[in-house]
């Protein structure tokens, strides 16, 4: 067996990967492991890629103040000092009104009994009405939506009373004073449904 005479040149290497044959090595050239990724390639799909993106919430998103730290929209501290208004203002009623009846049945020993009971209990259940609109806005901070739909519904009842005020035989002092407090508890409403005050009162908490 034959062997080549020492140091006359042997089979010619192949090229290195990627490079054409007569083709001079690029000493600057940095090889690549077979398989690893090319650099500046992109490792997957772009952020977002296959779904929407959706701005943030005011209340609950990234980014945002959550649970019970989120601070109180305007809408809701102005639908609560509405109610705060509103409940002292009939409770300060109702106390000048059973005040007047107190007097009247003193006067009137002999007077319609019927009457002034019923005159009693209306004043009675709607200085009730007016405390319990002062209570829900002292807790108006904690922000529960049971109260949102509690205040909701006081201020409904509240409405129905300064309706009732404005009827025949009411005087026109009375009509034009129920006729404000009609216009602060429609205020209220209108308030309190705005969708910036809904998310704060149903906004998630830890």
């Not at 000048?96 to 003193?106: D, Q």
């Amino acid at each position: 067996m034959s062997y080549p005479p020492p140091g006359s040149p042997g089979p010619a290497a192949p090229p290195p990967y990627g490079q054409q044959p007569g083709q001079a090595p690029n000493p600057f050239a940095q090889q690549q492991p077979y398989g690893a990724p090319q650099q500046g390639a992109p490792q997957g799909p772009p952020q977002g890629y296959g779904f929407p993106q959706q701005a943030p919430g005011p209340y609950g998103g990234p980014g945002m103040p959550q649970g019970a730290q989120a601070p109180m929209p305007g809408k809701a501290k102005a639908a609560r000092l509405l109610i705060l208004v509103g409940g002292i203002g009939q409770a300060l009623n109702q106390v000048w009104a059973l005040i007047s009846l107190i007097s009247v049945t003193s006067e009137l020993s002999d007077g319609p009994v019927g009457f002034l009971a019923y005159r009693y209990l209306l004043a009675a259940f709607w200085f009730i009405v007016a405390l319990t609109g002062i209570l829900l806005a002292v807790r108006f901070p904690q922000g529960q939506a049971a109260l949102r739909a509690s205040s909701i519904v006081w201020a409904s009842v509240m409405i129905i009373g300064a309706a009732m005020g404005t009827m025949p035989p009411a005087l026109p002092m009375a009509i034009v004073v129920n006729g404000l407090w009609l216009a602060v508890y429609i205020a209220v409403i209108a308030l309190l449904t705005q969708r910036e005050t809904g998310a704060w009162f149903n906004r998630p908490r830890p």
